[in-house]
């Protein structure tokens, strides 16, 4: 019996598919995606605005979030993004708006330079892949695992991507932390106990609430998850 290939290698090779599966995606396609996970986003979760909402630049064929983030912040939001402080540590997210003074990082990649550091109540998080069961693969450095298991009041966790990114499982293991929503163009989906379930605007918001509640960072309405 052949031996099972190694996580590493079989995440790496995963993840090599995914990007160029996404990096060729026609313009037409991913603009009309995008598009509709903006909707979806703004038509799922109005109890963003007001908070303070962390989101990543986008790279290479990723969502592009800017959008979501000029409407959230005309509202009154806030917004940050991540920046690496020290190899293996939790990211630290710092307050952007149109402007902000920025400074190339990693990748090439714009972070704030010297914005003030903020603590988001949710983050827009886009993978590499996702799975069944609401867990994300991401660039193979581990940074929003660690950053969410140590972030107190844990945020709203929302995986933004396309449907071509789906595959059936990452094989997580258990430092890996799964998301409490994913959005894509197909629709809203809660990370439920039995895997991704599509919900409509109304359960997405309740369950939305309850979990802000329970973790101490929402309001008092709501059920619960």
């Known amino acids: 019996m052949a031996m099972p290939e190694p996580l590493s290698s079989w ?4 993840r090599e598919e995914l990007i160029a599966r996404r990096s060729a995606m026609p313009a037409d396609e991913r603009r009309a995606g995008s598009e509709s996970i ?31 983030i000029r409407r959230l912040r005309d509202a009154g939001s806030r917004a ?11 990211l630290q997210f710092c307050e952007w708006w149109p402007g902000a003074p920025m400074r190339s990082a990693t990748l090439g990649i714009p972070v704030p330079d010297g914005t003030q550091p903020l603590q988001p109540e949710a983050l827009l998080i886009p993978p590499v ?26 945020p709203l966790a929302i995986a933004v991507a396309f449907e071509l990114s789906r595959i059936p499982t990452i094989r997580p293991q258990p430092h890996d932390v799964p998301m409490d929503f994913v959005v894509t ?39 619960d998850r």
């Open 11 to 14: 995440r790496a090779a995963r």
């Open 38 to 68: 903006a909707r979806r986003l703004l038509g799922a979760f109005p109890l963003l605005q007001g908070r303070t909402i962390g989101f990543c630049w986008p790279y290479r064929g990723e969502f592009d979030p800017r959008f979501v």
């Open 80 to 90: 940050a993004l991540p920046v690496v402080v020290a190899r293996g540590a939790p």
């Open 129 to 154: 892949g996702f799975d069944a069961a609401g867990y994300r693969l991401g660039y193979g450095a581990g940074y929003f695992d660690r950053t969410l298991a140590a972030m107190s009041p844990r």
């Open 185 to 223: 163009e197909a629709g809203v989906h809660h990370v439920a106990a039995h895997g991704l379930s599509l919900v409509d605007d109304r359960e997405a918001l309740r369950l939305a609430e309850a979990i802000l509640r329970r973790r101490g960072g929402g309001s008092e309405e709501g059920g």
